[in-house]
Nanobody, 129 residues
Framework: VQLQASGGGLVQAGGSLRLSCAAS????????MGWFRQAPGKEREFVAA???????????YYADSVKGRFTISRDNAKNTVYLQINSLKAEDTADYYC????????????????????WGQGTQVTVSS
């Protein structure tokens, strides 16, 4: 499956962005989808994941640092996963990556980069204070 992330940009602290990740080449509803981010000089970290959902309503998992501010959703008809980011903080500045996998099957592995076989290119989010 191929993943194409978009929607990043420069935004002031407190602002909002919606990231999108369009998938092609696979049966989208069968994939667990995740968002990760990597700030300069730091390790890639888990942000959010949404499980498979034939009807589009998968279970959602979030990193503690983004709970209440970030919302992951998926539209299986459009083969797209979204990350709505609100109340942006300077520490949210990073490259954001979407990821997909059919085999990942546990909440622990949803939060782990190694649990995903397919990755999109990053989309950069820069928050100015």
């Amino acid at each position: 499956v191929q993943l194409q992330a978009s929607g990043g940009g420069l935004v002031q602290a407190g602002g909002s962005l919606r990231l999108s990740c369009a998938a092609s080449g696979g049966t989208f509803s069968m994939y667990v989808m995740g968002w990760f981010r990597q700030a300069p000089g730091k390790e890639r970290e888990f942000v959010a994941a949404i499980t498979r959902g034939v009807l589009g309503d998968g279970e959602r998992y979030y990193a503690d640092s983004v709970k209440g501010r970030f919302t992951i959703s998926r539209d299986n008809a459009k083969n797209t996963v979204y990350l709505q980011i609100n109340s942006l903080k300077a520490e949210d500045t990073a490259d954001y990556y979407c990821a997909a996998d059919r085999a990942v099957s546990s909440p622990m592995n949803y939060r782990t980069a190694s649990g995903y076989a397919y990755w999109g290119q990053g989309t950069q989010v820069t928050v100015s204070s």
